[in-house]
């Protein structure tokens, strides 16, 4: 790695590196400093991008399946050759640990192979029509030049959905990465570009913070982009919304969350246990699907907290430091939720909110017991590594803490009498309902989207594949 003083991420414009003239220096969360500078994009930038994906989409509309197939099989290879290399990008520039990195970049691996599958399966019919003598058919055609924009805490698995099912289908896209890990999302692009995707079809860029209101007004609003798709908060994806609706343009958004898990008096308390843990602090509590209430029958409580402590020790308790977060704005705000909690009747049931780490983007995992609805946390997403446990007895009044939030993108259950699980499943306003396992799940083979202000529309499977194309009727007379 160059030094901060020498070395600036490029962009990808029409298949080359590109240097903006405007930069901003990347600040790393493990350190602290600055560990590279990137190009920042102005709207000069933008009108490039686009026209450099409007004019590739003329010709990589008509690419028959097996070249789009062929492209994403070698990027397959190419991201298992490259995964140190693309894992040291990821870790440096949003802290995350070896193992995230690389769970990463086999999801993302994953991707390829299933999309590349996937391809032909886009087809069209041919229906009756009225008139006998008037024969039809429904075709289905890409929109053209798609904006996706993914964030830094899932890089390459989110960064790589926004991007592969578009191109897949025909359109070509233009990637806005987050201006936290640059890097990272000219390395997931390099890769595509290596395994020969034609110039223009794939273009990249950033923007520095300050200036993120203006250049994603601008991208949405371009008269080729016919399609966003956005992955983030609930608060951004609002104005994302609202941007496309102001330009008449469908959106898909996967947005925040505060999934529940529910641990049943029959539960298998130390699976329970394990994949709470697992589910609230992996990565810090950084993903939109992390476990943020856990609602544990009162006959079983108190040995799930028992359990449930060991657990976060086994899972968590070797680490000689406190893990890392994005950002020291993501520590302040998780340590404020936590004392509101216990001023407010809250006790502590793990961890020290108050212990001193080695750095302000620092801090280990937190359990707060006797949760309560007055308290911020119960409402507040708080996207880091604090849970609240809440006591229930009945289904009804699971029920009505799981739902009693905006939020609506995953959850979880825990019991051994499944038809309780699928009774619950169906009455939980999430997206997905996970019956014995972690509310942290996506894979290429399951839709994946939210309820409620968790957004709408899919990614994966073939549901993620048809979000990219619109169905054209043609007529005819015999």
Not at 213 to 223: C, G, K, Q, S, V
Request: charged share 25%; proline share 5%.
């Amino acid at each position: 790695m160059s030094d901060a003083a020498t070395y600036s991420v490029p962009f990808w414009i029409n298949g080359e590196e590109y240097h903006a003239e405007k930069q901003y220096d990347v600040i790393s969360p493990v350190t602290g400093k600055a560990i590279h500078r990137s190009g920042a994009a102005s709207d000069a930038d933008v009108k490039k991008a686009v026209e450099a994906a409007d004019k590739a989409f003329k010709t990589w509309k008509k690419t028959l399946p097996k070249e789009r197939r062929d492209v994403f099989l070698k990027a397959a290879e190419i991201f298992e050759r490259r995964k140190e290399e693309l894992g040291d990008y990821m870790m440096q520039e949003t802290g995350a640990p070896r193992q995230w990195a690389d769970f990463n970049l086999g999801v993302a691996k994953d991707f390829c192979l299933d999309i590349g599958g996937r391809i032909r399966t886009l087809e069209g019919t041919i229906p009756t029509t009225a008139d006998p003598e008037t024969g039809a058919m429904i075709v289905r055609e890409p929109f053209g030049v798609i904006l996706a924009i993914a964030p830094w805490n899932a890089p390459y698995i989110l960064g790589i959905r926004s991007i592969l099912f578009p191109i897949a289908a025909g359109n070509t896209a233009i990637l806005k990465g987050s201006e936290a890990c640059p890097r990272t999302m000219w390395g997931l692009c390099s890769v595509f570009h290596e395994a020969g995707l034609p110039a223009g079809v794939l273009n990249m860029l950033v923007h520095s913070p300050q200036d993120a209101p203006r250049i994603t007004a601008n991208l949405i609003a371009e008269p080729a982009v016919k399609k966003i798709n956005f992955t983030g908060s609930t608060g951004v994806g609002r104005i994302i919304g609202r941007l496309a609706g102001e330009n008449l343009k469908p959106v898909l958004l996967e947005l925040g969350g505060k999934a529940p898990a529910i641990v049943w008096e029959d539960a298998d308390l130390d699976n329970a246990a394990f994949q709470c843990a697992l589910g609230a602090f992996l990565n810090s509590g950084q993903i939109c699907m992390s476990t943020e209430r856990i609602l544990v029958h009162k006959n079983v409580r108190a040995e799930f907290e028992k359990r449930f402590v060991g657990a976060i020790d086994q899972i968590f308790g070797s680490a000689p430091d406190a893990p890392i977060l994005i950002n020291s704005a993501a520590v302040t705000k998780n340590k404020a939720l936590i004392k509101d909690a216990l001023a407010k009747g809250g006790k502590l049931l793990y961890g020290n909110p108050d212990a001193v780490e080695k750095s302000d983007t620092r801090m280990k995992p937190v359990v707060i017991n006797n949760a309560n609805k007055e308290m911020e946390i119960y409402q507040t997403e708080s996207f880091g590594p604090s849970v609240a446990l809440y006591e229930i007895e009945t289904e009804e009044e699971a029920l009505e803490i799981a739902n009693d939030t905006e939020y609506g993108l995953t959850s979880a259950v825990f019991t051994e009498d499944l038809r309780r699980g699928l009774r619950f499943a169906k009455e939980i306003e999430t997206g997905a309902v996970h019956i014995n396992s972690m509310t942290v799940h996506d894979e290429s083979a399951l839709p994946h989207g939210g309820a409620k202000a968790s957004g709408y529309g899919r990614f994966n499977t073939a549901t993620g594949m048809a979000e990219w194309v619109r169905t054209k009727t043609i007529t005819y007379k015999f």
